[in-house]
């Protein structure tokens, strides 16, 4: 009696080819579904009743199947496909080609194959061998020929388990499945699986229309099937008939209530076209269909989300936390809900779990730094910059200005001034920090440091819009230096010609400088692209003082409808209509 080693049994290609057979009604397998159903584990072989061999033959035969048990698969095939040419025996040919599908041969696969075909031409399982063994290694037209075979033999194969693995191929390898496959299609036009195989490679070619054509051929001959439905959607899709895409998915569900897959195309087509209130009906029917499917349970937290229904999302959540999956997803989006209802310690505590390998990583630490200083522990977020940036100076650099902007935010002006200038000790030029100090000395009145980072910034980067058109405006503002403004304002529209607030801040200098044709020429340029509250009060300003009071009130009362508490736009009113002017 023999003995299998388990690896032995899981890749006999008569056997698993025979049981990927399916019914056109069964839903299309995933590729990873179609390996495992090629690679299934599968009973063991009648034993081998041995032939007249020789001693020494019957020995290798014993001795092939010990090295197989140890691990030796390799070399065992290698011998059993040896003993196989040797002896052409049906048996040993079979165990050959087990073999070496155990140790993955493709060529003697290959080999073996064609020995079996020569003593038994009218094989199936021979030209099931050769057929997938030579469609992986690349050689389409003769497997497709054994495929023929099988069929004239009146075997059966699912062709649509071929033509799902299709999408690792490269488009010519592609193309040629498709021909030989259609030319297959014009013998055997009666055969299901093989018209479907034809209709999704053309699909998977970008041949919509064509696809289509054989779908509606397909439907007249064997009728329809939710499988069907699926791809006419995905073509209905592709061929940008959105509207005929949903009517079809929702009459879809209605026939095939419990197909998930249906259901889940349906819903996701729904958010697609921002109708989410339904989609959340989709997602929520499906959750309980499968109550330990978590990706939908993701899903319809993620669709909660953006309905605003921020304790129906936090309950899937943590749902799907308690079991494990999705973990960093699942403790960013609870510190958000937590953060936005004012749960800002266990916020924290999310934000702090999330996962290095987490897209959104970076921005959870940001939260987490912002937080920790709006708790007023200040060491402690500190203390998280430098661990979360450690040896790398770029994300010091973007933790650090999420740090001081928080402390900024918060009135910590001073402990924001002493870590930009600590920071600046070590990255004496960087410009981020440059900047961020500049901004910080403007809000303290320090013009004259605020200056003097500004200028190190354009010596660095002549053509640093932001800091020339930073510098531009604050000396036409707050002093008396316009020409000076000027000429740096000139410099930074020429670096970006396009940005409205470099545009109000050069028409600011002209104003300054009494250029008011210019300047209004430009702020209705900045305005109609950037209807700013800022923007509206200077704007108002130079009509005003035009003598265009009516269209300068216009002007306010149409920003004040927009930002009622804008008190550059209050000031800059209260200031013209008293009289004090400029």
């Given at each position: 009696?023999?003995?299998?080693?388990?690896?032995?049994?899981?890749?006999?290609?008569?056997?698993?080819?025979?049981?990927?057979?399916?019914?056109?009604?069964?839903?299309?397998?995933?590729?990873?579904?179609?390996?495992?159903?090629?690679?299934?584990?599968?009973?063991?072989?009648?034993?081998?009743?041995?032939?007249?061999?020789?001693?020494?033959?019957?020995?290798?035969?014993?001795?092939?199947?010990?090295?197989?048990?140890?691990?030796?698969?390799?070399?065992?095939?290698?011998?059993?496909?040896?003993?196989?040419?040797?002896?052409?025996?049906?048996?040993?040919?079979?165990?050959?080609?087990?073999?070496?599908?155990?140790?993955?041969?493709?060529?003697?696969?290959?080999?073996?194959?064609?020995?079996?075909?020569?003593?038994?031409?009218?094989?199936?399982?021979?030209?099931?061998?050769?057929?997938?063994?030579?469609?992986?290694?690349?050689?389409?037209?003769?497997?497709?020929?054994?495929?023929?075979?099988?069929?004239?033999?009146?075997?059966?194969?699912?062709?649509?388990?071929?033509?799902?693995?299709?999408?690792?191929?490269?488009?010519?390898?592609?193309?040629?499945?498709?021909?030989?496959?259609?030319?297959?299609?014009?013998?055997?036009?009666?055969?299901?699986?093989?018209?479907?195989?034809?209709?999704?490679?053309?699909?998977?070619?970008?041949?919509?229309?064509?696809?289509?054509?054989?779908?509606?051929?397909?439907?007249?001959?064997?009728?329809?099937?939710?499988?069907?439905?699926?791809?006419?959607?995905?073509?209905?899709?592709?061929?940008?008939?959105?509207?005929?895409?949903?009517?079809?998915?929702?009459?879809?569900?209605?026939?095939?209530?419990?197909?998930?897959?249906?259901?889940?195309?349906?819903?996701?087509?729904?958010?697609?076209?921002?109708?989410?209130?339904?989609?959340?009906?989709?997602?929520?029917?499906?959750?309980?269909?499968?109550?330990?499917?978590?990706?939908?349970?993701?899903?319809?937290?993620?669709?909660?989300?953006?309905?605003?229904?921020?304790?129906?999302?936090?309950?899937?959540?943590?749902?799907?936390?308690?079991?494990?999956?999705?973990?960093?997803?699942?403790?960013?989006?609870?510190?958000?809900?937590?953060?936005?209802?004012?749960?800002?310690?266990?916020?924290?505590?999310?934000?702090?779990?999330?996962?290095?390998?987490?897209?959104?990583?970076?921005?959870?630490?940001?939260?987490?730094?912002?937080?920790?200083?709006?708790?007023?522990?200040?060491?402690?977020?500190?203390?998280?910059?430098?661990?979360?940036?450690?040896?790398?100076?770029?994300?010091?650099?973007?933790?650090?200005?999420?740090?001081?902007?928080?402390?900024?935010?918060?009135?910590?002006?001073?402990?924001?001034?002493?870590?930009?200038?600590?920071?600046?000790?070590?990255?004496?030029?960087?410009?981020?920090?440059?900047?961020?100090?500049?901004?910080?000395?403007?809000?303290?009145?320090?013009?004259?440091?605020?200056?003097?980072?500004?200028?190190?910034?354009?010596?660095?980067?002549?053509?640093?819009?932001?800091?020339?058109?930073?510098?531009?405006?604050?000396?036409?503002?707050?002093?008396?230096?316009y020409e000076e403004a000027l000429a740096l304002l000139e410099r930074a529209i020429a670096a970006d010609p396009q940005d409205p607030a470099i545009i109000d801040s050069l028409a600011w200098a002209q104003y300054k400088l009494g250029r008011y044709e210019e300047a209004l020429a430009n702020l209705e340029r900045a305005f109609a692209v950037f209807p700013d509250a800022e923007v509206a009060a200077h704007l108002g300003e130079v009509l005003w003082m035009m003598g265009r009071q009516d269209d300068a009130n216009r002007v306010w009362n149409e920003a004040l409808r927009e930002r009622p508490d804008s008190a550059i736009l209050l000031n800059t009113i209260e200031r013209l209509r008293n009289g004090a002017g400029s």
């Amino acid at each position: 009696m023999n003995r299998f080693c388990p690896a032995l049994l899981t890749l006999s290609i008569a056997l698993a080819l025979s049981a990927c057979q399916s019914t056109p009604e069964a839903q299309l397998p995933a590729p990873e579904d179609v390996t495992a159903a090629v690679t299934a584990p599968t009973p063991a072989p009648e034993p081998i009743e041995y032939g007249s061999f020789t001693t020494e033959q019957l020995n290798r035969a014993l001795l092939n199947e010990l090295a197989g048990q140890r691990g030796y698969l390799p070399e065992a095939a290698q011998d059993y496909y040896a003993l196989a040419l040797e002896t052409r025996d049906l048996a040993v040919i079979r165990r050959a080609s087990q073999f070496a599908a155990a140790a993955g041969d493709t060529e003697t696969m290959i080999a073996v194959g064609r020995l079996w075909l020569e003593i038994e031409p009218a094989s199936e399982e021979a030209h099931l061998v050769l057929a997938f063994q030579l469609l992986e290694a690349g050689m389409l037209e003769e497997s497709i020929e054994h495929m023929g075979q099988i069929l004239a033999l009146g075997g059966e194969l699912d062709f649509s388990v071929i033509s799902a693995r299709s999408q690792y191929l490269t488009p010519e390898q592609r193309g040629m499945l498709l021909a030989q496959f259609q030319l297959l299609h014009s013998r055997f036009p009666e055969h299901e699986t093989l018209h479907y195989a034809v209709m999704q490679l053309l699909e998977q070619s970008d041949q919509h229309a064509q696809a289509m054509e054989e779908l509606t051929a397909y439907k007249e001959r064997h009728g329809n099937s939710a499988r069907l439905t699926l791809m006419e959607a995905q073509l209905l899709l592709q061929l940008d008939q959105l509207d005929r895409t949903i009517a079809l998915l929702e009459e879809g569900i209605e026939t095939y209530p419990d197909n998930r897959l249906m259901r889940f195309n349906f819903g996701r087509i729904l958010v697609q076209v921002g109708r989410l209130e339904e989609a959340r009906v989709q997602f929520q029917q499906l959750a309980q269909m499968e109550p330990d499917d978590y990706e939908t349970l993701y899903s319809l937290a993620l669709l909660e989300l953006e309905l605003d229904s921020l304790d129906a999302a936090r309950s899937y959540l943590i749902r799907i936390l308690n079991a494990g999956v999705r973990l960093n997803e699942s403790h960013y989006y609870l510190g958000y809900i937590d953060e936005n209802q004012g749960r800002t310690a266990e916020a924290i505590d999310h934000y702090l779990q999330v996962g290095t390998e987490f897209a959104n990583f970076l921005n959870a630490q940001r939260q987490a730094v912002r937080l920790l200083v709006l708790e007023e522990r200040f060491e402690e977020a500190h203390a998280l910059v430098l661990s979360v940036s450690e040896g790398r100076p770029e994300l010091e650099i973007v933790l650090v200005a999420v740090e001081v902007d928080a402390l900024m935010n918060t009135g910590q002006l001073e402990r924001a001034d002493a870590l930009l200038s600590a920071t600046l000790e070590i990255y004496a030029d960087n410009v981020d920090m440059l900047f961020a100090r500049a901004l910080l000395s403007d809000r303290q009145g320090n013009l004259a440091r605020a200056e003097e980072d500004l200028r190190r910034i354009i010596a660095l980067e002549p053509q640093n819009a932001t800091a020339l058109n930073q510098l531009g405006y604050t000396l036409a503002d707050r002093t008396d230096r316009y020409e000076e403004a000027l000429a740096l304002l000139e410099r930074a529209i020429a670096a970006d010609p396009q940005d409205p607030a470099i545009i109000d801040s050069l028409a600011w200098a002209q104003y300054k400088l009494g250029r008011y044709e210019e300047a209004l020429a430009n702020l209705e340029r900045a305005f109609a692209v950037f209807p700013d509250a800022e923007v509206a009060a200077h704007l108002g300003e130079v009509l005003w003082m035009m003598g265009r009071q009516d269209d300068a009130n216009r002007v306010w009362n149409e920003a004040l409808r927009e930002r009622p508490d804008s008190a550059i736009l209050l000031n800059t009113i209260e200031r013209l209509r008293n009289g004090a002017g400029s």
